[in-house]
């Protein structure tokens, strides 16, 4: 089994920047992914940006460029760095790990409101 423990969601203006951070505990695989998900009001989960343990990374286009998601594997965390925050982004941020099973985070509120 595999904990996250996710923390960083909140309110923020348009233009703003959040950072989100996620940590995993529990039976931690050496190779694994770990990552980032969002799920709007009335909308499908949808993928934001992952990165493996030896650190390839791939990205929603919608936030290319305006997000960053990095990880330390000693630490076993993964990061997200959001920068150019809009209203689109509005979710719950989900954090997600994937090695030998899936697990995800409870989920934290981001808001991108004037």
């Known amino acids: 089994q595999v904990q996250l423990r996710e923390s960083g969601g909140g309110l923020v203006q348009p233009g703003g920047s959040l950072r989100l951070s996620c940590a995993a505990s529990?039976?931690?695989?050496?190779?694994?992914?770990m990552g980032w998900y969002r799920q709007a009001p009335g909308k499908a989960r949808e993928l934001v940006a992952m990165i493996s343990s030896g650190g390839s990374t791939n990205y929603a286009d919608s936030v290319k460029g305006r997000f960053t998601i990095s990880r330390d594997n000693y630490e076993n965390a993964v990061y997200l760095q959001m920068n150019s925050l809009q209203p689109e982004d509005t979710a719950v941020y989900y954090c997600?790990?994937?090695?030998?099973?899936?697990?995800w985070g409870q989920g934290t509120q981001v808001t991108v409101s004037s």
């Open positions: 997600y790990y994937n090695s030998t099973g899936k697990y």
């Open positions: 529990g039976s931690i695989s050496r190779f694994n992914w």
